[in-house]
């Protein structure tokens, strides 16, 4: 069964402190790994997609990669807007991209 | 551009009643599906269309329909409310085909009392 598990459930960094987010999943034939940001009652909004093992991809102080059990969002010096849950996801098996299994997300707080 | 809009973004049910929630995907996107995210838990997925057509379904009962229209905005509907269906439903939408990246609307809050 395709499972994400997603650690820790929260994190509280002093500005400026970087830290890592762990996504680790288990699924047969991974087709992409996705992160996304939340906001409180806000939907998804979409940060990287990974393929294949080693993959990196960086946006403003967000770095994602990937390894063939789990992915890492590395935060690099954040800033207090940088708080919000952060989600991952896997496609599931014999699906298409459009069925996403999605983790349980780090909420994070980041303190001025 | 116009992204995934979806409404209406908040309402509030009695158990027993009916629900209808609409979405309209980004201009292009032939594929939209539906997830349902109760607070502190991510997205659950519902239904995906596809031209129309149903391609899958979640682990759902069947008071969960939803179609797909000529334009490709879609419907969700929910049936008999209970109140565990109290939660956070949203519409995303994609290009067909592996490795599309899904984009998601901002969700319409069902409160069911």
């Known amino acids: 069964e395709d499972q994400v598990t997603q650690s820790p459930e929260a994190l509280r960094l002093q500005e400026g402190e970087s830290s890592s987010l762990n996504c680790s999943y288990t699924?047969?034939?991974?087709?992409?790994l996705f992160w996304y940001r939340q906001d409180p009652g806000k939907g998804p909004e979409f940060l990287f997609t990974?393929?294949?093992a080693g993959e990196e991809k960086e946006k403003e102080r967000l770095k994602a990669t990937l390894t063939k059990k789990e992915s890492f969002l590395h935060i690099t010096a954040p800033k207090p807007e940088d708080s919000a849950t952060y989600l991952c996801?896997?496609?599931?098996?014999?699906?298409?991209?459009?069925?996403?299994?999605f983790g349980t997300g780090t909420r994070l707080t980041i303190i001025p | 551009d116009a992204g995934v809009t979806q409404s209406p973004t908040h309402l509030i049910k009695t158990r027993g009643q009916q629900v209808t929630l609409r979405c309209s995907p980004i201009?292009?996107?032939?594929?939209v599906s539906w997830y349902q995210q109760v607070l502190g838990q991510g997205p659950q997925f519902i239904f995906q269309?596809?031209?129309?057509?149903?391609?899958g379904r979640g682990n759902f009962p069947d008071r969960f329909s939803a179609r797909q229209f000529p334009n490709y905005s879609s419907e969700l509907n929910v049936n008999a409310l209970l109140l565990g269906d109290s939660a956070l439903y949203l519409c995303a939408s994609s290009l067909d085909g592996p490795g599309n990246t899904i984009y998601f609307g901002e969700g319409s809050w069902l409160t069911v009392v």
């Open positions: 269309y596809y031209e129309k057509e149903e391609r």
């Open positions: 699924v047969s034939g991974l087709r992409g």
């Open positions: 201009s292009g996107h032939k594929s």
């Open positions: 990974l393929y294949s």
């Open positions: 996801a896997v496609p599931l098996s014999n699906f298409g991209n459009e069925k996403l299994t």
